[in-house]
Every structure is written in C-alpha cells, then in structure tokens.
C-alpha cells in the first residue's frame, strides 16, 4: 500500500461530507445536555424561593414544563438557525437534509420534537440510538423520520 494513501471505514457522501458515527454524536449530546441544564439551572432558581420550588399546576409542576420547554426550544432553534447545537459546533458535526436543501421546520418538529419526545416518554427507546453506530449513513431513529443526516462540518 502507498504512503499517501488512508485506510478509514468511514463513509463519505457524494458531497463528499463523512458521517459522523455514535461516539461522536454522543459526546456532542451530552454537551448539549450541560448546556441546557445549565440554561434551566439560571431559567429556574429564582423558583426555588417561591413555594419551595415546587409549585403544582394540576399533574406538572412550572419548574417540570418551563425545563421541558427550554430542552426543546434549545435542539429545534439551534438546529434551525444554526444547523447545529452548541454541542454539534464544538465536536464539528451539522445536520443536513438527504437532499442537503435547507432545514425546514417539518424536518426540525420530527426530529427536534416528536424523536426527541419518543425518546424521552419512553425510556426504553434509548436503545434505539444504537441504530446510529450499526446504519449505513449512521442515522437514528429521528434522523430516519425526518430524512436528516448528521455529517462533519467541513
């Protein structure tokens, strides 16, 4: 084999964009999460002086709905004005429609929203993620749904 040429398993699209594949999805997720629970922890503590931090509206509690709402606001505007969250931007990744149109807010609320919902209703479904590390273009549930990609930013 020539020195100047790479053996790699990723795949590249025809664009030439790589996939990004589970490990680096994952930590990207999980600096997203830091950064939201951050954002719910400066949202939030003024709560905790009134009532306890517990104040009841019927079922939920303001403090349960207003984290839920950030979570989702955070991964559906980031990803629409950015195509990318915080997370994505510090480990390189950007998500791209199959067709690499730009995002529309359809592609987003089936990602962003009802995937991410799924996931987090039903706590089994994590399992699911796990679809990234072993599809072809390393998609997830979400990404299948909503025909997105996640590729390294170039």
Partial sequence: M?????????????DGDRYAGFWMRFWAYLADL???????????S?????????????FWTVTGVVSAIVFYLYFL??????????GKMIFGL?????DREPLTWSDLIFREIIG???????W??????LLIAFTEQKQGLH???????VVLDR
């Fill in 2 to 14: 020539n020195e100047n040429q790479e053996t790699t398993t990723e795949i590249v699209t025809s």
């Fill in 116 to 122: 991410r919902f799924f996931y987090r209703v039903f």
């Fill in 77 to 86: 505007l980031m990803t629409k004005y950015y195509a990318k969250t915080l």
């Fill in 94 to 98: 950007r998500v791209v429609r199959q």
């Fill in 143 to 149: 990404d299948l749904f909503a025909d997105t990609r």
């Fill in 34 to 44: 830091v950064i939201v629970f951050s954002l719910n922890g400066i949202l939030l």
């Fill in 46 to 58: 003024p709560l905790k002086f009134i009532g306890n931090g517990a104040i009841d509206v019927g």
């Fill in 124 to 129: 089994f479904m994590f399992v699911l993620y």
